[in-house]
């Protein structure tokens, strides 16, 4: 087992981010994955990377904070501080976030200081966001398991069993895995060069959970897989399966339905669905988690819009698994997913070299929130409407209509 975490290890270093000697690296997790961020700051010394920084966060700390503090005495308090961001992503670090998910742990802390705390921290790393949205720096998201985790997926501290998924999910057991991932990345930059070569105006999606939603794409979209996620050539989420776009902003009309929950901060969010006139969310509700919902809807003018739209195999092998790991990074390469909030430079033709307000003009969104919700379903179907006026179904049965 310690042998395939320590391969986990350098192939997010070595696969992902594709760092080398002299390269400079910060790395962000909770102390409760401690051991495996030893892990990987010894593999990243082995490769010459010597100038490597940490911020390990303490959960149980945090929620101590929410339940007995203000929203003032919390964005206060040094743990709680982000601003490190900014000056790592100017100073030319590559980030590993490693995302290890906690669910339920945050039921019992007022949903609204929570989204007010989250705001307030997004807002505070908006030069970080804006190097990472440029592809100025390398950056990668990935899953380390956790008891907590484990207990929720499977009734027991099993993290072993969760380590093993990993494994199989990020093909960590190949002999060669960046080998396997280069074949992987090269069929999804396939599947994004023909729905870019079809000149889409909006996509249709519909499905029986009732999504009946159209998007309209800008005249610049293009197509992008997780590799092409920084300009840089790394793979910016382990795992992924997906390619995505970014939207017109303001040619999204209709309704989505959640084919998942949403782990957003700790909470769950269920059965909800958004419905959109002229890009805007304009209603909405949840069953449960409906005031964080309301929350992440609220963070600004732009989370009032989407910023991606992904599609992926419903039968991914996440998919196959028939497990919902609670883990935005895992969830969203099951199923077609979409994204409340900010968009990609890179979905938009010549997008790295264009201001702000030349991007806002060809239709693409601003917003310092980004929340990917699943939406993919067996019966799910995608009709592409081209510029020319053809149609043609792109996805059948939750699945890529292959051509």
């Known amino acids: 087992m310690e042998d395939l975490k320590r391969k986990y290890a350098k192939f997010l270093i070595e696969g992902c981010l594709k760092l080398c000697k002299g390269d400079k690296l910060f790395i962000i997790g909770y102390n409760l994955i401690e051991d495996f961020i030893g892990f990987v700051v010894e593999e990243a010394k082995k490769l010459g990377i010597c100038d ?20 003032e005495e919390i964005i206060s308090n040094p743990i709680m501080d982000r601003t490190m961001y900014n000056d790592y992503a100017q100073n030319g670090y590559a980030f590993l976030s490693l995302s290890s998910p906690l669910p339920g742990f945050y039921e019992d802390v007022d949903a609204e200081l929570l989204s007010q705390v989250a705001r307030y921290q997004s807002k505070s ?3 970080y966001k804006e190097y990472q949205l440029k592809g100025l720096i390398k950056w990668n998201i990935s899953a380390v398991p956790n008891k907590i985790w484990a207990k929720d997926l499977f009734g027991s501290e099993d993290e072993d069993r969760l380590w093993n998924y990993i494994f199989d999910i990020c093909l960590i057991r190949e002999e060669n895995t960046v080998l396997a991932w280069n074949e992987k990345l090269a069929k999804l930059k396939k599947r994004a060069d023909y729905l870019n070569g079809l000149k889409i105006d909006y996509l249709v999606y519909q499905n029986s959970l009732g999504t009946n939603v159209s998007i309209g794409l800008p005249k610049g979209y293009l197509f992008c897989s997780a590799s092409a996620g920084t300009g840089r050539g790394n793979i910016v989420n382990m795992p992924t399966e997906e390619v995505f776009t970014s939207p017109d902003r303001l040619r999204v009309n209709g309704r989505v339905y959640a084919s998942k929950p949403l782990l957003h901060n700790g909470n769950i969010i269920e059965d909800f669905w958004l419905e959109f006139k002229d890009g805007k969310i304009v209603n909405y509700d949840a069953k449960k988690g409906k005031e964080i919902l309301k929350g992440i809807i609220e963070t600004d003018e732009g989370s009032h819009y989407l910023g991606e739209v992904a599609l992926v195999d419903y039968t991914s092998p996440i998919s196959l698994t028939n497990i919902l790991f609670k883990n935005t990074l895992y969830d969203e390469n099951a199923s077609c997913h979409l994204a409340i909030g900010e968009g990609f ?11 702000k307000e030349e991007l806002l003009e060809l239709g693409l969104n601003m917003s310092h929130e980004h929340v990917d919700f699943f939406i993919g379903t067996s019966d799910l179907e995608i009709k592409a409407v081209l510029q020319n006026g053809r149609e043609t179904v792109i996805m059948k049965d939750g699945n890529f209509v292959e051509v």
Not at 53 to 65: G, R, V, Y
């Open 345 to 355: 430079f890179e979905c938009i033709e010549g997008g790295f070299d264009k201001s």
């Open 52 to 71: 490597i920084k940490t911020l390990i966060n303490d959960p149980f700390k945090q929620k101590e904070l929410y339940l007995t503090k203000s929203y």
């Open 125 to 127: 790393i908006s030069l």
